[in-house]
């Protein structure tokens, strides 16, 4: 079993930054990746960044050179940085941790681009 804590969410206008940080806890050492998704209202999850245990790490275009996913040593940590954010980028946020024949979610976190 694995739990995920979201926090870092808000509102925040065009061209600011943001970091959003996951906190993972239970059977930590089973977890291959972490990353990031974002769902905006009538539209499809979709992913927004990964990084796995080895360190690989994969960044939607639509958010590349701007966005930057990193962990801490214990890989029970992981931090999305969000610059230079754009209205698009409003959507709630979710992290997820693939363990193993299971997927675990946080709860997400809402961000809010705008004027």
């Known amino acids: 079993q694995v739990q995920l804590v979201e926090s870092g969410g808000g509102l925040v206008q065009p061209g600011g930054s943001l970091r959003l940080s996951c906190a993972a806890s239970g059977s930590i050492f089973e977890i291959y990746a972490m990353g990031w998704y974002r769902q905006a209202p009538g539209k499809q999850r979709e992913l927004v960044a990964v990084i796995t245990s080895i360190g690989s790490i994969n960044y939607a275009d639509s958010v590349k050179g701007r966005f930057t996913i990193s962990r801490d040593n214990g890989k029970n940590t992981v931090s999305l940085q969000m610059n230079s954010l754009k209205p698009e980028d409003t959507a709630v946020y979710y992290c997820?941790?693939?363990?193993?024949?299971?997927?675990?979610w946080g709860q997400g976190t809402q961000v809010t681009v705008s004027p």
């Open positions: 997820n941790a693939d363990v193993i024949s299971a997927d675990y």
